[in-house]
């Protein structure tokens, strides 16, 4: 199973709307400027392809990735699917 089906597996609902169609797996700091966070837990959101280009539309280019906010709610949240997928992860190498 790849990295972002098995997100999409553990959260299949959009993490702004609660859509349950169309699901990505966001990037919180895009990709380009940290490719070492490709797979991290902690820097994904699953997100409806709605909110993602909305997201993106917003994000795109100004917001340093460091000066954005990591509600606690949310880091827990994080924390906990990190460790369902770092338990999981066995199976797929
Ligand atoms: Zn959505």
Redesign the pocket.
């Given at each position: 199973m790849t990295f972002s089906k098995r997100l999409r597996r553990l959260q299949p609902w959009?993490?702004?709307?609660?859509?349950v169609n169309d699901l990505t797996v966001d990037h919180i700091i895009p990709v380009v400027h940290r490719p070492d966070l490709e797979f991290d837990v902690s820097n994904c959101d699953v997100?409806?392809r709605?909110?993602?280009g909305r997201k993106d539309a917003l994000t795109r280019g100004d917001t340093p990735p460091d000066a954005r906010p990591h509600p606690s709610a949310k880091a827990q949240k994080l924390l906990h699917l990190q460790m369902i997928v770092n338990k999981d992860a066995g199976d797929a190498s």
């Open positions: 959009c993490s702004k709307c609660g859509s997100l409806c709605s909110c993602n």
